[in-house]
Nanobody
Framework: QVQLQESGPGLVKPSQTLSLTCAVS??????????WVWIRQPPGKGMEWIGYITYSGITSGPPLFKSRTSISRDTSTNQFTLQLSSVTPEDTAVYYCARWTGWGNKEALDTWGQGTLVTRI
């Protein structure tokens, strides 16, 4: 089964950009019908959709994060990244990468990384 693993610094200073990498194994990030998603959960709150990149390299996301979010990919290493600028304490959260699958008549977030806690200090 496809597996995802987040990595990156756990502490971010105000002068830094939050930067995370998601390594994907067991399947290519270029495979048809998939998008690769960044989601976070702040303490005591629900999940928040940050943005995604499709299998063809198209990025998108909600207006709340769009202006300070950059999502990219490296197909040679089969990984995708998140950069979140202008971080505040409200950006402290557990960050997840996940796979979205839309195939046939189904669509779902079907695979998740274990998550990594990022704290703005």
């Amino acid at each position: 089964q496809v597996q995802l693993q987040e990595s990156g610094p756990g502490l971010v200073k105000p002068s830094q950009t939050l930067s995370l990498t998601c390594a994907v194994s067991g399947g290519a990030i270029t495979a048809d019908y998939h998008s690769w998603v960044w989601i976070r959960q702040p303490p005591g709150k629900g999940m928040e959709w940050i943005g995604y990149i499709t299998y063809s390299g198209i990025t998108s996301g909600p207006p709340l994060f769009k202006s300070r979010t950059s999502i990219s990919r490296d197909t040679s290493t089969n990984q995708f990244t998140l950069q979140l600028s202008s971080v505040t304490p409200e950006d402290t959260a557990v960050y997840y990468c996940a796979r979205w699958t839309g195939w046939g008549n189904k669509e779902a977030l079907d695979t998740w990384g274990q998550g990594t806690l990022v704290t703005r200090i």
